[in-house]
């Protein structure tokens, strides 16, 4: 743009300068006719076409890349917020994910604990009975889960009970 602006400058300085050899009028043939005109200023009229539609054309052209700069800048924006709003869901459904798995796992840790306090008071229940009746209990005596456990008398000073 600078270029053109230089290269106008110029030119019309040189028309300046040569203003009567541009004025001179001039037999100049069209093809079917002839016409009486001054050949500088038809020529100078033509350069100052072209240059008046090379800076439109630049214009439309920057106008034009301005605009498809701000569709772009929309569309990525818009983008961004659905990659944004789909990562949150996700971050959503692996927190649930993770809760319910979290529960499931709580759950199951205190059915164990229920479970095995269940069999502690069961066994600490026959050894009461035990003691309450002396040696005459028998060898083996299943417990309420299906598994026997050997029965043997307690010996004082061991920390049982």
Same mark, same amino acid.
């Given at each position: 743009?600078? +270029?053109?602006?230089? *290269? ?5 300085? @040189? ?14 043939? /069209? ?7 001054? &050949?500088? !200023?038809?020529? %100078?009229?033509? *350069?100052?076409? &072209?240059? *008046?539609? @090379?800076?439109?054309?630049? %214009? #439309?052209? $920057?106008? $034009? ?10 569309? !990525? ?13 996700? @971050? ?7 809760? $319910?798995? &979290?529960?499931? $796992? ?9 479970? %095995? =306090?269940? #069999?502690? =008071? ?10 309450? /009746?002396?040696? =005459?209990?028998? #060898?083996?005596?299943? !417990?309420?889960?299906?598994?026997? +456990?050997?029965?043997?008398? %307690?010996?004082?000073?061991?920390? !049982?009970?």
């Amino acid at each position: 743009m600078l +270029v053109l602006c230089l *290269v106008l400058l110029l030119t019309g300085v @040189f028309a300046l300068l040569n203003w009567t050899a541009f004025a001179t009028p001039m037999p100049l043939s /069209l093809g079917v006719t002839t016409v009486e005109a001054p &050949l500088g !200023l038809i020529m %100078l009229g033509l *350069v100052v076409v &072209l240059s *008046v539609a @090379f800076v439109a054309w630049a %214009l #439309a052209l $920057q106008a $034009q890349a301005l605009m498809d700069t701000r569709r772009m800048t929309r569309e !990525l924006q818009t983008q961004r917020e659905l990659a944004d709003k789909a990562e949150a869901s996700r @971050f959503t459904e692996l927190r649930a994910h993770l809760d $319910q798995a &979290l529960a499931e $796992q709580r759950r199951h840790v205190e059915q164990q604990a229920n479970g %095995l =306090a269940a #069999a502690v =008071a069961e066994l600490e229940d026959r050894l009461d009975r035990r003691q309450a /009746l002396g040696p =005459a209990t028998p #060898a083996l005596a299943p !417990l309420a889960t299906g598994v026997p +456990v050997a029965a043997a008398p %307690l010996r004082t000073g061991t920390g !049982l009970r």
